[in-house]
């Protein structure tokens, strides 16, 4: 997430749309990184201190990084119902 909390900075710039919390509590968190591939993932619990919504939290990213060439894909469902912005894709190159 690019800032610092939600409602500031490059996070609204970049997305125009607050994507879902700053931090998710209570999640478990997996990244590995080898010959320039990048993966990561989260799941976390739909209720806890900071998030309270229907559904698990979840995101995934993958990127490739070599030479001059760049790119990646990331994906995150907020959890939230019946929100426009509870999924977000991203893809770049």
């Avoid at 990244?31 to 993932?41: E, P």
């Avoid at 976390?44 to 060439?69: H, K, M, Q």
């Amino acid at each position: 997430v690019v800032s610092g909390y939600l409602g500031n900075g490059l996070n609204d710039a970049i997305t125009g749309g607050k994507i879902a919390a700053v931090r998710n509590d209570s999640s478990i968190t997996y990244k590995i990184s080898a010959s320039g591939f990048t993966f990561g993932a989260q799941i976390a619990e739909a209720s806890d201190a900071f998030t309270n919504v229907a559904n698990r939290p979840v995101n995934f990213a993958l990127s490739y990084s070599g030479g001059p060439i760049a790119a990646a894909f990331g994906y995150e469902r907020t959890g939230a119902e019946g929100v426009d912005t509870a999924d977000w894709m991203t893809i770049n190159a």
